[in-house]
């Protein structure tokens, strides 16, 4: 299965607890930019951009 895999896609690193985390934040901010009612897509449009800066450390 695909989820057995210990890299990330792509990545070459191993898929920690924090790596864990940022994939299931990633998630939980896309479904929230998706979704119709406006506070929710909001909020998360701001997450994208904590995660941007997040990104490039």
């Not at 939980?28 to 979704?35: F, K």
Request: glycine residues 10%; charged residues 20%; negative net charge.
């Amino acid at each position: 299965s695909l989820h057995s895999q210990p890299l990330l896609p792509g990545s070459g690193i191993p898929a920690g607890p924090v790596a864990q985390g940022l994939k299931e934040a990633l998630v939980e901010t896309l479904t929230g930019i998706l979704c119709p009612v406006q506070a929710v897509r909001a909020a998360a449009e701001e997450q994208v951009k904590v995660l941007e800066v997040t990104e490039g450390e």
